[in-house]
């Protein structure tokens, strides 16, 4: 997980976040780049993609999410059959995606807004 700065446009790891409690920063943490007071957007988490390409993949997988519970919802009795089809679907997502957008795969980016 990652968190691009609101400030410089710089994407850092969550880790490396910088507790600035004892400098008197109390919400949020500081930037490791620039060293401005940020905060995670809590409420909606805004996802920064990569790439538009990456955004409209991961935007089909969801979709493609959807669809698969929309069709166990209405295909009763389901079998191991159409809960099979649902989730083998999911697989070439999941390759795909591991191939093209490793990094917004395992390592998502979330925007952060400034501390008021
Ligand atoms: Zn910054």
Known sequence: MNYQCCYCKE???????VD???EGYK????????????????????WIFSSHSSKLFFAIFMGYFFLAWVFLEFSEPNTWVHYGVALGGVVPFLVYGHIKYPKDMYSPTIGTKPVK
Do not use: R, W
Request: hydrophobic share 30%.
């Open 11 to 17: 994407e850092f790891p969550v880790t490396e976040a």
């Open 27 to 46: 919400i949020g943490f500081l930037c490791p780049k620039c060293g401005k007071n940020i905060q995670d957007t809590l409420m909606n988490e805004e």
């Open 20 to 22: 600035g409690y004892k």
